[in-house]
């Protein structure tokens, strides 16, 4: 297989990405993703979002010195704080519900241990970018939108730190991935990885969201 040029590579990439999001949307309904909430509930999402923050961070960090031009390594340093950052946040939130702001983070859920631990062994920036960044994190503005929704009248104050904070975060660094990818994934080797990074990470985020919202439900 030829390389292909940086933008038809992005689109083959959106492309396998959203394809995944329109069958994973339509499992997350089947098992109850959009049911009322409880105050339960809204704690278990939030002790959910702590590990996907920090793991986010955890995973990136060690990249971010390794990326060649300052102008994309600057702004994937500020990334990693501003996961760690709403990791914090959350984590605040957590205790003010007197919940243990670590109970997912100390006792993950199987599929999601074997989500951060297939990140955390990717070999490239490219593939690990492709994955996390450019992949799963690209549906967390999505469900996000919907969890507001439901609990802004229960939950106020919870509701406002996913509006105004993390979402508001997330949608500031959205161009960094797409241009790493155009960037750095230039030759048929390194889109072959990237591609297949984002189809198994993908497919265990999918895993471990089902298995999230499965438990949710004991």
């Known amino acids: ?50 590990v996907m923050e920090r793991k986010a961070a955890e995973v990136t960090a060690p990249w971010v010195g390794k990326i060649p031009d300052l102008d994309l390594q600057q702004p994937m340093s500020e990334y ?50 492709a994955s996390v960044q450019f992949g799963h994190e690209e549906f967390f503005p999505r469900t996000s939108k919907s969890f507001i929704e439901r609990v802004a009248a229960m939950d106020p104050e919870t509701a406002s730190i996913y509006r105004d904070t993390l979402l508001a975060d997330e949608e500031s660094h959205e161009w960094i991935a797409p241009e790493i990818l155009k960037r750095y994934a230039t030759d048929a080797e390194s889109q072959r990885k990237c591609l297949e990074a984002l189809q198994k990470g993908c497919e265990l985020f999918g895993r471990a969201i089902q298995s999230f919202n499965r438990s949710t439900a004991n």
């Open 1 to 50: 297989m030829e390389a292909l040029k940086p933008d038809e590579f992005v689109r083959q990439l959106v492309a396998t990405r959203e394809s995944f999001w329109e069958k994973m949307n339509a499992e997350r309904k089947s098992y109850g993703a959009e049911k009322p909430l409880t105050e339960a509930v809204v704690l278990r999402r939030l002790q959910f979002g702590v």
């Open 80 to 129: 990693v704080v501003n996961e760690l950052k709403h990791a914090s946040i959350l984590r605040r939130r957590i205790q003010e519900l007197d919940g243990d702001p670590d109970v997912l983070w100390n006792n993950p859920l199987q599929e999601l241990k074997e989500l951060w631990d297939f990140h955390a062994s990717l070999g490239s920036l490219c593939e690990l970018i």
